[in-house]
């Protein structure tokens, strides 16, 4: 149907749009970033482009999970949680990365102790 092929379509284009922003960030990073950067900085800014690489891979898999079988809920909640979550993870990473601002990066390092702590 038209919402299943809207849906396909539009998990396919944030997940490239996603892949395009890493790879081209990845670039600026190692060549625009690395003389103005600390190293550690360079690491978080490096952090927020892999994870947002490996979740536009994630986003490509729903759209194609979704063109195999019937509009699913389950999917379109995973593909806005990747949507969302990679914005605001990788986002906040590269905001502290190029301002040093360490507030941004309390909220995603405190959510992601409580995650690895609870396994």
Same mark, same amino acid.
Do not use: N
């Given at each position: 149907?038209?919402?299943?092929?809207?849906?396909?379509?539009?998990?396919?284009?944030?997940?490239?749009?996603?892949?395009?922003?890493?790879?081209? %960030?990845?670039?600026?990073?190692?060549?625009?970033? @690395?003389?103005?950067?600390?190293? $550690?900085?360079?690491?978080?800014? !490096? *952090?927020?482009? !892999?994870?947002?690489?490996?979740?536009?891979?994630?986003?490509?898999?729903?759209?194609?999970?979704?063109? /195999?079988?019937? @509009?699913? @809920?389950?999917?379109?909640? $995973?593909?806005?949680? =990747?949507?969302? %979550? *990679?914005?605001? =993870?990788? %986002?906040?990473?590269? $905001?502290? $990365?190029?301002?040093?601002? /360490?507030?941004?990066?309390?909220?995603?390092? *405190?959510?992601?102790? /409580?995650?690895?702590? *609870? /396994?």
């Amino acid at each position: 149907t038209q919402s299943t092929w809207g849906s396909i379509w539009m998990w396919a284009t944030v997940g490239s749009a996603f892949g395009f922003l890493s790879v081209s %960030g990845g670039a600026f990073g190692a060549h625009a970033l @690395k003389s103005h950067l600390t190293p $550690a900085m360079l690491d978080v800014f !490096q *952090t927020g482009t !892999q994870y947002m690489m490996y979740h536009g891979l994630a986003l490509l898999y729903v759209g194609a999970m979704e063109q /195999r079988g019937p @509009k699913s @809920k389950l999917l379109s909640a $995973a593909g806005l949680g =990747f949507t969302l %979550g *990679t914005t605001l =993870f990788s %986002g906040s990473l590269w $905001a502290l $990365a190029l301002t040093d601002i /360490r507030k941004l990066g309390i909220i995603m390092g *405190t959510c992601i102790d /409580r995650h690895s702590k *609870t /396994r």
